[in-house]
């Protein structure tokens, strides 16, 4: 027996009339009428192909003389061995399970040839469970495939042994029958997995509960739907098809020409989404978000997919956070005070309007910024430090000199806390900031009445005392000046006492809102003066001018009072020399005192600048720093200027209120 096998080999079986050759395929041995037979069954679009795969068997049974021919499919690890297509004969029936071990397919799938069995009844075969098991003398197999895979044999049979070896045409047909029925079961298990697919797939959409999923041809009129749809829109299926998709949309939606703007949408792009009010039978109406998918079979538009999912509680969500959070803004930026958020690496996140209002910088500029570049160049360290130790402990408080866009230094607290999540990680650094410059000043003025009821004070009681002693002595020639002195040491201290008091109130959230007239009021303060001091020269220099009026309340007064008395009191010529004289600028009024006294020393001058006091820099009083604290109240200026050949000249500067 001679046999083809597909390597172009061959191998001798050791006995006489069986060989297993590797045939190579060769159509071309194969008569013109078999295979243009074998085209036709092949390219029949008619025939399924569980039909195309029995005709097959058909043809090779008539062509090689054979009386049975089928397909076996074969599980290696179980040895299954099952009969699954059949023509001819009863000799073998379709659906027959059986061992493999127990056929002539194990040694098919053993060799990497066809396997050609001339006659069963030889010596090799005589003992062979397979020609004892199916009483098959004479046998032709070939393995099949599906993709690289074995799928099992495709095998032709008889009772009757053969009188002649399967020649080179018979291989090669047997082969080329085993590569088309390759083919075919190949697309037979594909087809089968794609229905199978398929199936699941359609009762995965029907069972869909929480979407409405339907299906629209070309013009978007519905075709088929699932239960979700039923669920969500309240129509029965019957009922919405072959409606067109508008039938969903409201009124003024359709007006707008919505429904078929999406459709168009969808066809040119393939898939859009769109969020908006939909109708149910009701009348009812919920928010959905609704995906169209052009459906398209060799670039021909077959129709569309839509799933529609209601989005209602999720946007009612939405938006009452989207409420909760403008509250919590409008809140944050009802305060007086500052609120910043930064990023757990310290990057500026978000700000309220009072701390843009502040410091004059936009939101992006503020965002824009690293915290510390907001402070005076002495404090930024600290508030580094102050940073780093919230991300360490959970909170912080850090106080610094916070400078404006337009440079004005205001002195804040700034309370700062993390906020983290339930694993405990930072997620954002808070920090609330106070306007402490008030607080700040009434602690500055505290600190210098302090020195003055500790220094000034004893002072002058030591002079009460020291007359009260003289009086004692009954010498009627001390008595009268004595009694003067005393009287004279007691006004002080009602002086300095009013003065105090004039200080520690001083808060510019209580100036007096009505704004003052330069003019009207400064003449009469320093004729007050000419009564008091008459042996003082008091001169004027006050422009002719409209009414020029000063958001500045009882403050001018304060400051420009405590100035003409200074100049008056310090000075020991006995008719000391003032000088007053106003000049207006863009925005500004700048008023002039000066006089011909010693001047007033460098160590009061840079008390003032420094702004403290220390044991041995402090003022000898509280006049310049009651006129100094009255111009800070009111966003005013004070400067100093010597004159020659003696004498000073202060400038206090005043913010203009422009008349009506």
Request: charged share 30%.
């Amino acid at each position: 027996m001679r046999g083809m096998g597909k390597d172009r080999g061959s191998r001798s079986g050791g006995h006489s009339g069986d060989v297993t050759l590797r045939g190579d395929g060769n159509e071309m041995s194969i008569n013109p009428s078999t295979r243009r037979r074998l085209y036709q069954i092949l390219s029949d679009p008619t025939q399924p192909n569980d039909a195309k795969i029995t005709d097959l068997l058909r043809l090779g049974c008539e062509r090689l003389g054979m009386e049975n021919g089928h397909v076996v499919r074969i599980d290696t690890e179980t040895r299954r061995h099952e009969i699954e297509a059949v023509a001819g004969s009863a000799l073998v029936e379709a659906d027959v399970v059986s061992d493999l071990d127990r056929t002539f397919c194990r040694k098919t799938l053993e060799e990497d040839q066809l396997l050609a069995v001339q006659d069963a009844t030889t010596d090799e075969w005589a003992d062979d469970p397979a020609a004892q098991a199916w009483n098959i003398n004479c046998y032709v197999g070939s393995k099949l495939y599906v993709q690289t895979d074995v799928f099992g044999t495709l095998c032709f049979v008889d009772r009757s042994a053969r009188s002649q070896p399967f020649d080179t045409a018979a291989l090669a047909f047997v082969d080329l029958l085993s590569q088309a029925i390759s083919r075919l079961k190949e697309r037979q298990v594909h087809e089968t997995a794609l229905e199978s697919q398929q199936e699941r797939f359609e009762i995965f959409v029907r069972e869909i509960a929480d979407y409405a999923l339907f299906m629209l041809d070309p013009a978007g009129h519905v075709k088929s739907w699932n239960s979700g749809a039923t669920n969500l829109l309240q129509y029965e299926e019957d009922e919405l098809l072959e409606s067109h998709l508008s039938r969903l949309f409201p009124e003024a939606e359709c007006a707008r020409g919505a429904p078929a703007r999406l459709l168009e949408e969808a066809r040119q792009q393939g898939r859009i989404e769109d969020e908006g009010w939909r109708v149910r039978k009701d009348g009812t109406t919920f928010w959905a978000l609704e995906t169209i998918t052009a459906l398209y079979d060799d670039g021909e538009l077959r129709g569309f997919g839509t799933v529609v999912r209601d989005l209602t509680e999720r946007r009612e969500a939405e938006q009452a956070l989207q409420e909760q959070q403008a509250f919590t803004e409008r809140a944050l930026d009802s305060l007086d005070d500052l609120f910043i958020v930064l990023s757990p690496e310290g990057e500026m996140v978000q700000v309220n309007e009072r701390a843009l209002e502040v410091t004059g910088y936009t939101e992006a500029e503020a965002l824009s910024m690293h915290p510390i570049e907001f402070f005076a160049p002495e404090d930024q360290a600290t508030i580094a430090a102050g940073i780093s130790e919230v991300l360490e402990s959970g909170q912080s408080t850090v106080q610094g000199t916070l400078v404006t866009n337009d440079d004005e230094r205001l002195q804040y607290e700034f309370r700062v806390r993390t906020l983290t999540d339930s694993d405990g990680t930072v997620t954002a650094i808070v920090g609330i900031g106070r306007d402490i410059t008030q607080r700040k000043l009434y602690e500055q003025r505290l600190e210098v009445a302090q020195r003055v009821l500790r220094h000034n004070l004893r002072n002058e009681m030591n002079v009460i005392r020291g007359l009260a002693e003289n009086l004692s002595t009954g010498e009627s020639t001390l008595t009268e000046r004595a009694a003067e002195q005393i009287i004279e040491t007691a006004d002080r201290l009602l002086e300095r006492s009013e003065k105090t008091r004039m200080m520690t109130e001083l808060d510019a959230s209580e100036l007096r809102s009505e704004p003052v007239d330069v003019f009207e009021v400064l003449p009469a303060l320093l004729d007050e003066f000419r009564r008091e001091a008459p042996e003082a020269t008091i001169e004027t220099d006050l422009p002719e001018s409209e009414p020029l009026r000063l958001p500045v309340g009882d403050r001018f007064e304060t400051a420009v009072g405590n100035a003409v008395e200074n100049a008056i009191q310090h000075n020991s010529a006995p008719e000391p020399w003032v000088r007053v004289e106003v000049a207006r600028d863009a925005g500004q009024v700048h008023v002039r005192i000066l006089d011909d006294g010693p001047g007033i020393p460098s160590n009061e001058r840079e008390v003032l600048e420094r702004e403290t006091e220390t044991q041995l820099t402090h003022g000898r009083g509280l006049g310049l720093w009651l006129i100094h604290w009255c111009m800070a109240t009111i966003g005013g200026q004070i400067s100093f200027a010597d004159r020659d050949p003696t004498g000073s000249e202060l400038t206090l500067t005043f913010p203009i209120v422009e008349t009506a």
